[in-house]
């Protein structure tokens, strides 16, 4: 009967075409004339699909490669086997004369696919066939007799179509313990069941609310005043290690508010270090000056110190090195200097010296006074020595936006100034020019400025300026601290190893 070959392992080749298939006997239909082979193999590669199956008229030679039965001692391979079976090695069976078993050898065909075989002594294989198995070899072999007349193809298949593949393309599989290893761990990773995976979301906020994070800053906050450091992340007993130039002698505690004044502050300001800078009204500010110069500190030192202060601020404001170099002697800055005639333009003029000295071209601007102050007089003089030049009327100053302008219009005691008409020209012409704007000791919040500046300088102490001055910056003139203890003011000097400092609204 046909059901008796039902789990043979058979070799079909169905000429150079459609190649040669391998696979164990699922199925043979007598009506249809044809016969189903589960888990194929084309050409010596597995078949994606579970089952194929040929009619009779596309069989051109079928080999038997193993024969189920109870009986079988040695066989040319089992459902394991098969994966890696020889491809090459078939095996040609018959009935013997006297009827007992058969023991035949398996002839090598160069027709069949090749594989890599597994690491067995596979030279040569005996099959041992019982008589009933002959019996049903016979049967078996007049009914593929039958098929084989039969003409017509047909191949069914779940998915894939085996004869897409090219006859002669074999794509060699991949053996060994390395290749097992991975499958192995693609299993591990990729292995689990779709259905297993949960339907809902990952609560990130349930999670979040596992974590004690006040304890754990708490923890922090403990550690660093016990040890006197600042940390990140979790404390550790490690022992605090020092660089070459730190201190491993403890210190005192860092007191930041250094300078007291004798009134409460209008505006406090602190420095890049973190000590505090309060300001000082215009009245005691103009008494410390005073004092001052009472004890030797003349306003040709106090206006030579802010010059020089002014100046380098501007030089760093300008491009410092990267400007000012024996390279770039074709694009020499320009700054316009605006002074007005009073003791701040008698700045400005000492600034726009040490400007010029270093080879800035300066532009002047002062308007044309009957009688001036002997401090703008003597500037003046000087200034005339270097090559900056001096004009008094605003259609004179450059049309073109220039490098920097320096304001020294405004003052505290001539407010009348600013009624004046070139005052009000220069005003506009600043305003129209888009340069940006450093003013020099301008005067305090309440007073209304013509001109927006983006930096501001102050001297000695900082006055409560206000958003219109922009940043403002703090400049040594040469105050020493016992006449700030005579004004009433405890100072300790918040410049360090400078001379001009920036100062951060609190």
Not at 91 to 117: D, E, F, H, R, Y
Not at 147 to 159: A, C, I, M, P, Y
Not at 257 to 280: A, M, Y
Not at 376 to 400: A, H, M, R
């Amino acid at each position: 009967m046909a059901t008796d070959w039902l789990g043979s392992i058979v070799s079909i080749n169905c000429g150079e075409s459609l190649g040669v298939y391998q696979g164990r006997v699922s199925a043979v239909d007598q009506v249809s004339q044809t016969i189903s082979l589960t888990r194929p193999f084309h050409n010596g590669v597995k078949c994606l699909v579970p089952e194929v199956t040929f009619r009779a008229g596309d069989i051109t030679e079928l080999k038997i490669l193993e024969i189920p039965g109870p009986g079988d001692s040695r066989q040319c391979g089992d459902s394991q086997q098969m994966d890696t079976a020889m491809p090459g090695v078939g095996c040609q069976v018959g009935p013997s004369q006297n009827g007992t078993s058969k023991v035949l050898k398996k002839p090598m065909s160069s027709s069949a696919p090749q594989n890599i075989p597994r690491r067995t002594d596979m030279k040569s294989q005996d099959i041992v066939i019982s008589p009933q198995q002959q019996c049903s070899k016979s049967y078996m072999d007049r009914h593929m007799e039958t098929l084989s007349q039969s003409k017509g193809f047909r191949r069914r298949h779940n998915s894939w179509s085996s004869s897409s593949r090219h006859p002669n393309q074999v794509t060699p599989k991949k053996s060994g313990l390395k290749n097992g290893q991975m499958k192995s761990k693609d299993d591990e990773c990729f292995g689990d069941d779709i259905d297993e995976i949960p339907d809902t979301d990952f609560d990130f906020e349930g999670n979040l609310a596992l974590f004690d994070k006040a304890a754990v800053f708490e923890e922090i906050e403990t550690y660093e005043r016990r040890s006197g450091t600042r940390s990140r992340g979790t404390p550790s007993d490690k022992p605090a290690r020092y660089r070459h130039d730190e201190n491993i002698l403890e210190s005192e505690p860092i007191v930041y508010r250094r300078i007291v004044v004798p009134q409460n502050p209008h505006k406090e300001f602190c420095t890049d270090s973190g000590l505090v800078v309060p300001s000082v009204s215009y009245e005691l500010h103009k008494k410390l000056l005073a004092v001052a110069e009472k004890h030797g500190l003349s306003l040709e030192r106090r206006l030579e110190m802010t010059g020089v202060c002014a100046s380098q601020m501007a030089l760093s404001l300008l491009g410092g090195p990267n400007r000012l170099n024996p390279k770039n002697v074709h694009q020499r800055p320009t700054v316009a200097l605006l002074c007005g005639p009073h003791v701040k333009g008698a700045q400005g003029i000492s600034c726009g010296r040490h400007l010029s000295n270093h080879d800035v071209h300066v532009i002047l601007f002062l308007p044309n006074f009957v009688k001036m102050l002997e401090s703008i007089t003597n500037e003046l003089n000087l200034f005339s020595k270097t090559q900056g030049q001096q004009v008094s009327s605003v259609k004179d100053l450059p049309d073109t936006p220039v490098d920097l302008v320096i304001n020294c219009l405004d003052c505290h005691e001539n407010a009348f100034l600013r009624d004046q008409p070139w005052y009000k020209a220069v005003v506009d012409w600043a305003n129209q020019n888009r340069a940006p704007v450093l003013s020099i000791d301008p005067p305090i919040s309440e007073m209304e400025l013509g001109i927006d500046a983006k930096w501001s300088l102050a001297l000695g102490l900082p006055l409560p300026l206000g958003e219109r001055a922009g940043r403002v910056y703090l400049c040594d003139i040469g105050i020493p601290q016992k006449v700030f203890q005579e004004v009433g003011i405890n100072y300790h000097s918040p410049f360090g190893c400078k001379f001009v400092i920036p100062l951060h609204s609190t």
